[in-house]
């Protein structure tokens, strides 16, 4: 499913025109990137949770040469599954 599809399934679910459903799911989407961006956890219980982690430097290989190369250090996002999430995706 992409972005204008969940629009899309958005309107129809929530009785909304398009539009309206698209600045919803645009403004969850800022909302959610802001939080994280600022060091904040979003969770939504039952569905699941984005929050920001630190990966530390690390050493890895070039698939080409088999060279080593350093990996610097970067911020990366989590996304951790609900309970109730996860019980509907395994039946």
């Known amino acids: 499913m992409n972005k204008s ?3 899309e399934k958005v309107a129809g679910q929530a009785n909304l ?19 994280v961006a600022s060091n904040d956890k979003v ?5 699941g949770s ?8 690390r050493t890895g290989r070039n698939p080409r040469t088999g060279e ?8 990366a996002v989590k996304f951790s599954v ?3 999430f996860k019980k509907k995706v395994n039946t």
Do not use: H
Request: zero cysteines; glycine letters at 6%; proline letters at 7%.
């Open 43 to 47: 969770t939504l219980p039952g569905f």
């Open 17 to 35: 025109s398009k539009s309206d459903a698209e600045r919803a799911v645009n403004a969850f989407i800022g909302a959610v990137e802001a939080a």
């Open 5 to 7: 599809e969940l629009i």
């Open 68 to 75: 080593p190369v350093q990996i610097p250090a970067a911020k």
């Open 82 to 84: 609900g309970a109730d």
């Open 50 to 57: 984005w929050s920001r982690t630190q990966r530390a430097a």
